[in-house]
């Protein structure tokens, strides 16, 4: 079987090189991820960029699903002699498309990049043949959101953990008016947590469907936005808890992150071992991060040492603009199958 996925251009011709090589990475996980024998290869129709696989067995309706969620692709055709047939959508879509897009800030990162890394995370974890349920996606340095949203947008249940109060302030307002304008019924609900019987922040939950029969019913997602320091992560989330945790670091060398005494690399070191606490054996913790700013053999030992292994995703570096050259890695917790 031959198919071709043209992929989404992007509007920094700068970037493209970059975007190809995320893609190429990204579809090279789900094959493998459904252990299908294929071979990879680019190439340029009427002018667009491809990626063309072919496989020696047709495949089956579950894995063009899969397919389907490479974040990088635009829309996928089946090669059939000269003819190229458009297949349709399977992309894994719970709510509005534009949730993760509406929120603009300073800093943000590209969302089809944050989307492809929830797709690799699923694709490494012993989660991937059941990447259509109800997993669990957390961000330990969530910013204003991104990574939740996507993860709800999917239908996944969405966990945010931010040191930031204004972050926080912020993406609750938006997801409240979110939510009234596109008339989605939910519940929201703010609590005050505690860490080791002191105040450790604030957590704003939401809970919501798709539809009002299904809220009625009880068929609901959830996301909840955690104001508090990620190093106390298994006082907010209960131990083999979450699926995936997916997570873009701070560009920045002095970033305040989580501490008035750490910088980016300190609070990320210590925090690995909680954050390997609260997800589920089998599943991943996937990072990107600046690599003026962290090596990667440092954080790779980092999390060896919180008790992950590595896995090899190939090469993953590129360019994103003068300050930043940025790089990911996926640890994973190694656990009984799916």
Known sequence: MKLALLLYPHQNIRYRPSLLQIAEGETKMI??????????????????????????????????????????????????????????????QYIGEDLPYLLKYKGKTNEMFTDSMITMGVCCSDFARVFDSQLIVCDPMAGKGTTPMLAIKRGYHGVGIEIGKSNVEEVTGYMNRYFE????????????????????????????????????????????????????????????????MVTDLPYGVQTGTAGKEDGLFATVSKALPEWFACIKPGGTLCMSFNTHTIRRDNLVSEGIRAGFTHVETGEMNHWVEQAIERDLIVLKKEGKKA
Not at 68 to 80: G, K, N
Not at 210 to 237: E, P, Q, V, W
């Open 31 to 92: 094959m493998n991820a459904m252990e299908v024998s294929f071979s990879l290869t680019r190439e340029m129709i009427g002018g667009a960029q491809f990626l063309i696989i072919e496989t020696e067995k047709e495949m089956s309706r579950g894995e063009l699903a899969q397919i389907w969620q490479c974040a990088s692709m635009y829309m996928l055709f089946e090669c059939v002699g000269e003819e190229m047939r458009p297949l349709p959508s399977m992309r894994l």
């Open 181 to 244: 304008f596109h008339k989605i019924k939910y519940k929201h609900q703010a609590t005050s947590l505690t860490v080791r019987g002191k105040n450790g922040g604030t957590q704003h939950k939401w809970v919501f469907s798709d539809s009002n029969a299904h809220f009625k019913d009880g068929d609901t997602r959830s996301f909840r936005m955690i104001c508090g320091d990620t190093r106390n992560a298994m006082a907010y989330l209960k131990g083999n808890s979450v699926h995936l």
